[in-house]
């Protein structure tokens, strides 16, 4: 089982045509989540127990979701939802 890599917001982005007003507001909402995603790959890299590893590949898996989501709000028009940094 491979791990997954870390991301960068632009690989996120990639292949969608977003004009910069939308493209500013997608950074603002997803900066920090890219950022605690990428912080469980490192953990899941670093972790040697199996059960513990599935978890951060589980975090892992979740924070993609929900970057996705919130892309798909802004891109909607709708309101993202803001997280506590």
């Keep these: 089982m491979s791990l997954p890599s870390q991301k960068t917001i632009d690989q996120y982005l990639e292949g969608l045509k977003i004009d910069e007003s939308r493209k500013e507001k997608i950074l603002l909402v997803i900066t920090h989540v890219v950022y605690k995603r990428n912080q469980n790959v490192i953990g899941a890299e670093a972790e040697r127990d199996s059960a513990k590893r599935a978890q951060f590949l589980r ?24 997280y506590e940094f």
């Design 59 to 82: 975090s892992v898996e979740e924070y993609d979701q929900i970057i996705r989501q919130e892309i798909e709000k802004v891109l909607k028009g709708e309101k993202p939802q803001p």
